[in-house]
């Protein structure tokens, strides 16, 4: 009976195993609206959290920094983050699924008065002066050229279009409709910087920790998420919310 007693205890005392995660700690970037802002609030939010909601997964979001993203979803401290473009040096650090939560276009931009006349970045000369956001990726082509480019890289768009009004970089790589939102909440016209060639288009992630042994379930439930978004029409109105 004793050991009956000692059995149960020791049981009631051990762990429970779980099979999968009803709730994900996801990082999300302070500074890409209208996708993620200082609040980890935008479209972006609203597409992941609807996803996994629809597969019974709530979140929970902490806002940092993009490159502070990064790093706490490659230590772990994070189960995933946002935003994150799918391409080469990506693939190696972290889990991803199959569908991206949006689509976003990329440009690159100069400051109002200056006459563009690049139709590609190859044709930039080198030491070029390129404002970036730390650990942004801006595709594939951009990394094969960037090693000519003086990079200045910021943590904030709006310190981006600031520094070209100032002269301070050549031009500066922004995501459309952040660079819209961005001078919108600074007061300014959309002329007040010029929008120049076409960079790319990039799919945009959530990036799941390799640290975490679910991480590949949860990519396919996220992926499970967003095919029924679509399927309701859902997807389209939290896109063009």
Partial sequence: MKLCLLL????????????????????????????????????STNIIKAAFAKVGITTKIQVRNYARVLQDVKAGL??????????????????FGKEPILQAKAYWYFASKTKT???????????????????????????????RFKEVKVPRQVQLIRMLQQGRIDAALMFEEEANQTLKDMGLQQDAIQKGMFNHTSDIYLAFSRKNPQSEENAKKL????????????????LNH
């Fill in 8 to 43: 149960t205890m020791f049981t009631l005392a051990l762990p429970s195993l779980s099979f999968g995660q009803t709730q994900l700690v996801l990082g999300a970037e302070d500074s890409w609206p209208p996708y993620s802002d200082k609040n980890g609030e935008g479209i």
């Fill in 78 to 95: 994070l189960d995933a983050g946002y935003n994150v473009t799918r391409q080469q040096n990506t693939e190696q650090e972290f889990i």
């Fill in 117 to 147: 006349k690049f139709k590609t970045p190859s044709a930039l000369p080198d030491g070029f002066r390129v404002g970036c956001i730390i650990d942004y990726e801006y595709g594939d082509t951009y990394e094969h050229e960037r090693q």
């Fill in 223 to 238: 992926d499970q998420g967003i095919k029924i978004l679509k399927e309701t029409g859902e997807y389209q109105q939290l």
